[in-house]
């Protein structure tokens, strides 16, 4: 006696349900993927080639007598946005003796302005912290 062949005809019976559950799930998980890359690749574009609607930078800064000290700031913004830069004075120790925010609510998109930070005791430095959008 021979032993039948226990395996269904190829054709005659169509694709098994395994098969077409791996087919959805390739493609799934091709659209997932390429959906992933382009959002990747969009956040890096924009961190690229995106600039800030404001920044600052401390230009100057000079020590006007033992309770002011005056900083010149350079604001490169979009025209319509306004923003604060908060500066604060420094003493020879390193300590605080002043802090200000100053605000920018001009239309223009090239700010450069000297502005007076009084202080508590002599300071021998000033420092920009942060520039930031209202």
């Known amino acids: 006696m021979s032993a039948a062949p226990q ?3 190829e054709a005659r019976y169509g694709r098994s349900s395994d098969e077409r559950a791996d087919r959805t ?8 993927a390429v959906l992933f890359l382009a959002v990747i690749g969009w956040f890096g574009y924009d961190y690229i080639t995106g600039k800030q609607a404001f920044s600052g930078e401390l230009i100057a ?3 006007v007598s033992a309770s002011e000290v005056e900083v010149k700031l350079d604001i490169t913004k979009d025209a319509g946005t306004d ?3 908060t500066v604060r004075a420094l003493a020879e120790s390193g300590a605080e003796v002043g802090r200000k925010d ?5 239309r223009t998109d090239q ?4 502005f ?3 202080t508590t005791e002599k300071a ?3 420092e920009l912290l942060s520039c930031k959008e209202r």
Do not use: I, N, Y
Not at 25 to 32: E, Q, R, S, Y
Not at 102 to 106: G, L, M, N
Not at 111 to 114: D, F, G, R
């Open 83 to 85: 923003g604060v830069c």
């Open 102 to 106: 100053f605000v920018f609510e001009q």
């Open 124 to 126: 021998t430095a000033a």
């Open 116 to 118: 007076t930070l009084r």
């Open 25 to 32: 799930l390739k493609v799934v998980g091709a659209v997932l």
């Open 111 to 114: 700010v450069t302005k000297v």
């Open 7 to 9: 395996t269904l005809p």
């Open 61 to 63: 800064s000079k020590v």
